[in-house]
């Protein structure tokens, strides 16, 4: 017989909340939960900071929900029908986990727009690509300062499109981003976009880690209508 939950978790002093309405069927090992899952709040960077003691960066200080049909049974999980906003940014998509000796992870989302010069200031310095590279030369990095491997028990796709992503002060329309995980690599089914200036780029290809350091073997392919204006953006 199914048991109806419902339960509603706040936490002290700040406006966030965490709810679901659903139902356990079959109790015991063979259990599976569904209902709907709200998360919300006020402001991000103080819920983070509350939860991890850690202080966030302030461009997190904006309000932010996440709801979806979660759907568990201690093996599995899946958030679908999910939609979610953090500040004036909305998507929706869904997330699918399966755990077992090899993790099988597949998300899918549809992004509306995505400020990233709010996460990346130095893209508003001014700094030419010249400087740039010379402080680069300056301060190569070790070959192995972050060698790191890909997970070879892990498979994963993400599948990702955000139609404005504001970067550089130039407007990137139409970005998808299509790649799987499996067994050590990553495979770039599509990555494209559409630039300032009347340009667009796409590569697919393959990418693998050698000694420690990414290593992609592909196609990567351009078209513009206006290079200086693509130049003028970078």
């Given at each position: 017989?199914?048991?109806?939950?419902?339960?509603?978790?706040?936490?002290?002093?700040?406006?966030?909340?965490?709810?679901?309405?659903?139902?356990?069927?079959?109790?015991?090992?063979?259990?599976?939960?569904?209902?709907?899952?709200?998360?919300?709040?006020?402001?991000?960077?103080?819920?983070?900071?509350?939860?991890?003691?850690?202080?966030?960066?302030?461009?997190?200080?904006?309000?932010?929900?996440?709801?979806?049909?979660?759907?568990?049974?201690?093996?599995?999980?899946?958030?679908?029908?999910?939609?979610?906003?953090?500040?004036?940014?909305a998507a929706n998509g869904a997330i699918n986990l399966n755990l077992g000796a090899v993790i099988d992870l597949d998300v899918a989302l549809s992004v509306n727009k995505f400020d990233l010069d709010k996460f990346l200031p130095t893209a508003k310095t001014g700094v030419t690509t010249g400087e740039k590279a010379a402080a680069t030369l300056a301060n190569p990095v070790p070959p192995n300062a972050a060698a790191f491997a890909l997970p070879e028990n892990v498979n994963a796709s993400l599948d990702l499109t955000i139609d404005v992503v504001r970067y550089n002060r130039g407007i990137v329309r139409q970005a998808g981003l299509r790649a799987v995980m499996s067994n050590g690599s990553i495979t770039l089914d599509r990555a494209s976009a559409l630039?300032?200036?009347?340009?667009?780029?796409?590569?697919?290809?393959?990418?693998?880690?050698?000694?420690?350091?990414?290593?992609?073997?592909?196609?990567?392919?351009?078209?513009?209508?206006?290079?200086?204006?693509v130049f003028d953006w970078l």
């Open positions: 017989q199914p048991i109806g939950l419902n339960a509603t978790v706040s936490i002290t002093g700040l406006d966030s909340r965490m709810s679901f309405s659903g139902k356990l069927v079959n109790p015991g090992p063979a259990a599976l939960l569904n209902g709907k899952l709200t998360v919300e709040g006020a402001n991000a960077a103080d819920t983070f900071q509350r939860l991890t003691g850690n202080v966030a960066s302030a461009v997190l200080a904006q309000p932010f929900s996440v709801i979806g049909i979660v759907s568990t049974n201690g093996k599995a999980a899946a958030l679908n029908d999910m939609e979610g906003r953090f500040g004036d940014a630039l300032p200036g009347g340009s667009d780029v796409s590569a697919f290809g393959f990418l693998q880690m050698v000694d420690g350091a990414p290593l992609f073997e592909g196609e990567v392919a351009v078209a513009s209508d206006n290079l200086r204006a």
